[in-house]
C-alpha cells in the first residue's frame, strides 16, 4: 500500500539549548505547535489530529496537551518508543490521513530533562533496566553501547580514528547550522584525547543531552508546488532478534530490501542520509543495513565517502552535535530531511536535494536497543 493523498506540508525545529531557564516540556510543545502554524499558515482549528513522544509529560498525556493547545480533535496518539517514535507517529499519521480520519495531524516531540530527571530516565528505562541493570550500576547506555562498539570494531577491524572521522563530519555539518548546539571544529586530535566515559566511548562519542522541540505537519495533498515532501516507502521490525545477537544488525537490515522495492528506488538515489545518531556505532550499523555502504568495506566508506561527506549524512549536525532533546531526538533527522527537500536548509543546503532516507533506533533493552525503522522520502513535484 502506497501513501499518495497524503504530504508532510511542514517541519520545524525549536532551537537545542544547554540548560536553559524557565523552560517545560509543555512550553517546548507550545513553541513547537505554534511553529507548525506559521510555517504551514493554517489556523489552529483546522488540526484535527495530534501525536507526542516525550520521555517527561507525565502525568499528562497526548490529549492534555490538546486541551492545553485549545484542540477540538478527531485522532490523537502518543508513542513512547525513543529514537524510533518520529517514524511510528509519521506512520500512522499518514493512514489517519489517507483514510480520512483526520485532515492535517501535527505531530509534536519535546524534553527538558534535568540532570536528577537524566539520572532517573537511565536507570528505570523499563523493568529490565530497573531490576537488572540499575542495581549494577551499570552506567545507563554509554556502557551498553561501549560493549557494541567494541564487537563492531574487531569484526569490521575499525580504529578510534574511525568513529573520529564520523563525529568529524557531522561536527562540519554543524558548523553550519545556526540551531545546533556543538559547532566549534573538532579535530581527531581532540577526539582522541578527549574524556573517556566508557572505553572506547569517549565525550565525543555519546550525545550530549539538550531541550528543544521538533514538529511537522502531515495533510491531505493541497497543492502548493514545491512546499510537501511524500513518502516513497516506510519499513518497520521490532525486536527483531529477541535481544539475542550482538546488537551489530537493526531489524533494518531484514526490511531494506522491501523498502527499498516499495520505495522504486535504490539506496544510490539518496541526496541524504539522516539516521538515528546515538553513538556513531549505530550510525555506521544503520548505513549498512539500509545498504548505503554497497560493497564498500565500513572501514573505506567512513574514509571515502562519509569523512569526506561526498553522501551527505546527518547534515545537521546529527544529535551528536545539534544535541539528543530526548525524545525530539526521533523526529530530528525527519525534520532535518525535509527541511533540506523543501530547500530551506541555508547554508548547510545539499544541492538539488530530492530525494532522503531517514531511520530510526531506540529502545535500549539490556544489552541493545529493540527498535528500528526506516522511510524513504521524495521532494513533490
Same mark, same amino acid.
Given at each position: 500500500?502506497?501513501?499518495?493523498?497524503?504530504?508532510?506540508?511542514?517541519?520545524?525545529?525549536?532551537?537545542? $539549548?544547554?540548560?536553559? &531557564?524557565?523552560?517545560?516540556?509543555?512550553?517546548?510543545?507550545?513553541?513547537?505547535?505554534?511553529?507548525?502554524?506559521?510555517?504551514?499558515?493554517?489556523?489552529?482549528?483546522?488540526?484535527?489530529?495530534?501525536?507526542?513522544?516525550?520521555?517527561?509529560?507525565?502525568? #499528562?498525556?497526548?490529549?492534555?496537551?490538546?486541551?492545553?493547545?485549545?484542540?477540538?480533535?478527531?485522532?490523537?496518539?502518543?508513542? !513512547?518508543? /525513543?529514537?524510533? &517514535?518520529?517514524?511510528?507517529?509519521?506512520?500512522?499519521?499518514?493512514?489517519?490521513?489517507?483514510?480520512?480520519?483526520?485532515?492535517?495531524? +501535527?505531530?509534536?516531540?519535546?524534553?527538558?530533562?534535568?540532570?536528577?530527571?537524566?539520572?532517573?530516565?537511565?536507570?528505570?528505562?523499563?523493568?529490565?533496566?530497573?531490576?537488572?541493570?540499575?542495581?549494577? @550500576?551499570?552506567? /545507563?547506555?554509554?556502557?551498553?553501547?561501549?560493549?557494541?562498539?567494541?564487537?563492531?570494531?574487531?569484526?569490521? *577491524?575499525?580504529?578510534?580514528?574511525?568513529?573520529?572521522?564520523?563525529?568529524?563530519?557531522? *561536527?562540519?555539518?554543524?558548523?553550519?547550522? @545556526?540551531?545546533?548546539?556543538?559547532?566549534?571544529?573538532? &579535530?581527531?586530535?581532540?577526539?582522541?584525547?578527549?574524556?573517556?566515559? +566508557?572505553?572506547?566511548?569517549?565525550?565525543?562519542?555519546?550525545?550530549?543531552?539538550?531541550?528543544?522541540? #521538533?514538529?511537522?505537519?502531515? &495533510?491531505?495533498?493541497?497543492?502548493?508546488?514545491?512546499?510537501?515532501?511524500?513518502?516513497?516507502?516506510?519499513? +518497520?521490525?521490532?525486536?527483531?532478534?529477541?535481544?539475542?545477537?550482538?546488537?551489530?544488525? !537493526?531489524?533494518?537490515?531484514?526490511?531494506? #530490501?522491501?523498502?527499498?522495492?516499495?520505495? /522504486?528506488?535504490?539506496?544510490? #538515489?539518496?541526496?541524504?542520509?539522516?539516521?538515528?545518531?546515538?553513538?556513531?556505532?549505530? %550510525?555506521?550499523?544503520?548505513?549498512?543495513?539500509?545498504?548505503?555502504?554497497?560493497?564498500?568495506?565500513?572501514?573505506?566508506?567512513?574514509?571515502?565517502?562519509?569523512?569526506? $561527506?561526498?553522501?551527505? %549524512?546527518?547534515?545537521?549536525?546529527?544529535?551528536?552535535?545539534?544535541?539528543?532533546?530526548?525524545?525530539?531526538? /526521533?523526529?530530528?533527522?525527519? %525534520?532535518?530531511?525535509?527541511?533540506?527537500? *523543501?530547500?530551506?536548509?541555508?547554508? $548547510?543546503?545539499?544541492?538539488?536535494? $530530492?530525494?532522503?532516507?531517514?531511520?530510526?533506533?531506540?529502545?535500549?533493552?539490556?544489552?541493545?536497543?529493540?527498535?528500528?525503522?526506516?522511510?524513504?522520502?521524495?521532494?513533490?513535484?
Amino acid at each position: 500500500m502506497d501513501f499518495d493523498g497524503a504530504v508532510i506540508a511542514s517541519a520545524i525545529e525549536v532551537p537545542y $539549548r544547554r540548560k536553559p &531557564s524557565g523552560v517545560t516540556t509543555m512550553s517546548l510543545l507550545a513553541d513547537a505547535f505554534a511553529a507548525l502554524l506559521n510555517d504551514s499558515g493554517l489556523p489552529a482549528e483546522r488540526i484535527d489530529g495530534l501525536a507526542v513522544s516525550s520521555f517527561t509529560l507525565k502525568p #499528562d498525556h497526548a490529549i492534555d496537551i490538546a486541551w492545553r493547545l485549545g484542540l477540538r480533535l478527531r485522532w490523537v496518539m502518543e508513542d !513512547t518508543n /525513543g529514537g524510533a &517514535s518520529g517514524i511510528n507517529m509519521l506512520q500512522h499519521a499518514l493512514r489517519a490521513v489517507q483514510c480520512g480520519d483526520a485532515t492535517n495531524v +501535527a505531530i509534536l516531540a519535546a524534553d527538558h530533562l534535568s540532570e536528577a530527571a537524566l539520572l532517573h530516565l537511565n536507570d528505570n528505562y523499563n523493568a529490565v533496566v530497573r531490576d537488572h541493570l540499575a542495581p549494577l @550500576p551499570f552506567g /545507563g547506555p554509554n556502557g551498553l553501547f561501549s560493549f557494541v562498539t567494541q564487537a563492531q570494531m574487531r569484526r569490521e *577491524r575499525l580504529e578510534p580514528v574511525d568513529y573520529a572521522r564520523v563525529c568529524i563530519a557531522q *561536527r562540519e555539518w554543524a558548523a553550519l547550522n @545556526p540551531n545546533a548546539v556543538y559547532r566549534t571544529p573538532l &579535530s581527531v586530535k581532540d577526539y582522541l584525547n578527549a574524556q573517556p566515559v +566508557a572505553p572506547p566511548l569517549g565525550r565525543y562519542d555519546c550525545v550530549p543531552v539538550v531541550s528543544g522541540a #521538533d514538529g511537522l505537519l502531515v &495533510s491531505r495533498e493541497d497543492g502548493r508546488r514545491g512546499r510537501g515532501v511524500r513518502v516513497r516507502a516506510l519499513h +518497520a521490525l521490532h525486536n527483531y532478534d529477541q535481544q539475542m545477537g550482538d546488537g551489530l544488525e !537493526t531489524g533494518l537490515l531484514l526490511v531494506a #530490501d522491501d523498502l527499498w522495492r516499495q520505495a /522504486g528506488l535504490a539506496p544510490d #538515489d539518496m541526496d541524504i542520509a539522516c539516521v538515528y545518531d546515538d553513538y556513531p556505532v549505530m %550510525v555506521l550499523a544503520q548505513l549498512r543495513d539500509l545498504g548505503l555502504m554497497g560493497g564498500m568495506s565500513m572501514k573505506s566508506f567512513v574514509a571515502e565517502r562519509l569523512s569526506t $561527506r561526498s553522501l551527505p %549524512v546527518n547534515t545537521s549536525g546529527g544529535q551528536l552535535s545539534a544535541g539528543q532533546a530526548g525524545a525530539a531526538g /526521533g523526529l530530528h533527522g525527519l %525534520v532535518e530531511a525535509v527541511t533540506q527537500l *523543501r530547500g530551506a536548509a541555508g547554508a $548547510r543546503q545539499v544541492a538539488d536535494a $530530492r530525494r532522503a532516507v531517514v531511520s530510526g533506533y531506540g529502545m535500549m533493552e539490556y544489552r541493545y536497543c529493540l527498535c528500528a525503522n526506516a522511510v524513504v522520502l521524495e521532494r513533490a513535484p
